[in-house]
């Protein structure tokens, strides 16, 4: 299979990575890790997983076809360079151009800036005829300088935020301040591995940040409410981005009026502005969960958001689900978000 690289969000240690892998393996395509370092995971995989990655993924950056990696530093990076098959990608006339991005603390005494200089005079040298265009080249080689390696390529594609950010909370119609991000629901409803067709179920829709992330990359979308306020708002956003839905209405979690789903993707109510009608937060989150996993089949998952002071496991432990994965979001002093996925088994 091809060498490939990833430059992933630096927003969350963990997410990034967790996202990549549930997002190949839901499409059921092939891959094998070759190596993670800060905020780049180098694969093989094939060219099916470029397009799954770049229609999908919240917390990727820019997809490489990767033509070498080596030690972070000048003198391996020209012989890395020359050595390197650059001819298969670039031909006699071609334009092109080299963008660095640096992960951390500066490498190897240059700057990005600088070693886009170096980097683009050895590719000069070695492909006669080339010419250096910054403004609209015909190709773009990307390097990065992480953990002290450098890694580079081709690049591929670019995941932009701009749609994120057009989804964010307060461009949505209707606003509620424990509306999540945009980014954050995307990648919960990519770690339970959905595909398109899938019937995602949310029983605490609130402002409907996940079944719009749910719907948009191909999802059937369901969503229950206990709050009718809630519904009514969760029925204008989907509205807004164009999202159709399965069923939207008033509903207990202890008494859902939905038999299966495909995957199960939520965030219960908790914290200061969000109402959980005089319940305990782990009380709504037992009864949730030893009502979901009815409607689940063997083998198929449950993402949830929930403090940590929850004790997530535990209680998917005594309701009979298998814990597969966490990650620890910090959100400020008096909350961390456990963003957990469970299997039943």
């Given amino acids: 299979m091809p060498q490939y690289f990833l430059l992933l969000s630096g ?11 549930a997002i190949l393996e839901a499409e059921k395509i092939p891959y094998r890790k070759r190596q993670k370092t800060r905020q780049v995971l180098r694969l093989n995989t094939t060219a099916t997983a470029i397009e799954a990655l770049k229609t999908r993924s919240a917390f990727t950056r820019v997809l490489c076809q990767e033509l070498f990696c080596c030690k972070a530093s000048t003198g391996e990076i ?3 360079i020359r050595s390197a098959p650059l001819e298969q990608f670039l031909s006699s006339g071609d334009s092109f151009a080299v ?6 603390k500066r490498t190897g005494g240059f700057t990005s800036v600088g070693l886009e200089k170096v980097v683009g005079g050895a590719i000069l040298d070695k492909v006669k005829r080339t010419k250096v265009n910054l403004s609209s080249p015909e190709k773009v080689f990307f390097g990065t300088i992480t953990s002290g390696y450098f890694v580079f390529g081709l690049k591929l594609a670019e995941v932009s935020p701009t749609p994120f950010r057009e989804r964010r909370p ?3 119609p209707f606003f509620h301040p424990s509306a999540m991000r945009a980014k954050l629901a995307r990648c919960m409803v990519n770690l339970v591995k959905p595909i398109a067709g899938d019937l995602l179920l949310d029983p605490f829709c609130g402002t409907g940040s996940l079944l719009i992330e749910g719907g948009l990359i191909g999802c059937r979308v369901v969503g229950f409410d206990a709050d009718k306020r809630m519904v009514k708002g969760s029925m204008r956003n989907l509205k807004f981005f164009n999202v159709e839905c399965d069923g939207l209405a008033v509903a207990d979690v202890k008494n859902l009026p939905i038999s299966k789903a495909n995957c199960i993707v939520t965030d219960p109510p908790y914290g200061r502005s969000a109402s959980t009608m005089g319940y305990e937060t782990k009380e709504i989150i037992h009864d949730f969960l030893k009502t979901a996993i009815q409607s689940l089949d063997k083998g198929q998952s449950i993402c949830l958001a929930a403090p940590i002071t929850s004790n997530i496991k535990l209680i998917a432990q005594k309701v ?3 814990h597969v994965q966490s990650h620890l979001l910090y959100v400020h002093r008096s909350l961390t978000r456990e963003i957990t996925v469970l299997e039943k088994s």
């Fill in 11 to 21: 927003e969350h240690p963990s997410l990034p990575f967790a996202e990549v892998e």
């Fill in 78 to 80: 020209t012989n890395s």
């Fill in 99 to 104: 963008r660095v991005r640096r992960i951390g």
């Fill in 170 to 172: 307060r461009k949505k």
């Fill in 320 to 322: 009979g689900l298998t």
